[in-house]
Nanobody, 121 residues
């Protein structure tokens, strides 16, 4: 089994910064794409940013130029540096990872438990 544990959420004023971290643990053969999503109450979960194992990144238009995703493959960890935060960035942020594990080296999709980010105006 694999677990994703997130940290780094909290309360920040508009214009401030936060850094989210997500570490995968368990019986892991390799980590493929990792990413961050966010979800507000009553709304669908939406993509924030993703990063491949080779370091290629993809961002939602609403975070381009403000957020940076990175990863440390040796630590099975993905980060999200969030700068110039706005009140509309307030959401629960979820880590996602495509993990290869098991006897047959199959890829599975895992989610973290979510971490609250609140940006005050």
């Amino acid at each position: 089994q694999v677990q994703l544990v997130e940290s780094g959420g909290g309360l920040v004023q508009a214009g401030g910064s936060l850094r989210l971290s997500c570490t995968a643990s368990g019986s892991i053969f390799s980590m493929n794409s990792m990413g961050w999503y966010r979800q507000a109450p009553g709304k669908q979960r939406e993509l924030v940013a993703t990063i491949t194992s080779g370091g290629s990144t993809n961002y939602a238009d609403f975070v381009k130029g403000r957020f940076t995703i990175s990863r440390d493959n040796a630590k099975n960890t993905v980060y999200l540096q969030m700068n110039s935060l706005k009140p509309e960035d307030t959401d629960v942020y979820y880590c996602n990872a495509m993990v290869v594990h098991g006897v047959y080296r199959l890829e599975f999709n895992y989610w973290g438990q979510g971490t609250q980010v609140t940006v005050s105006s």
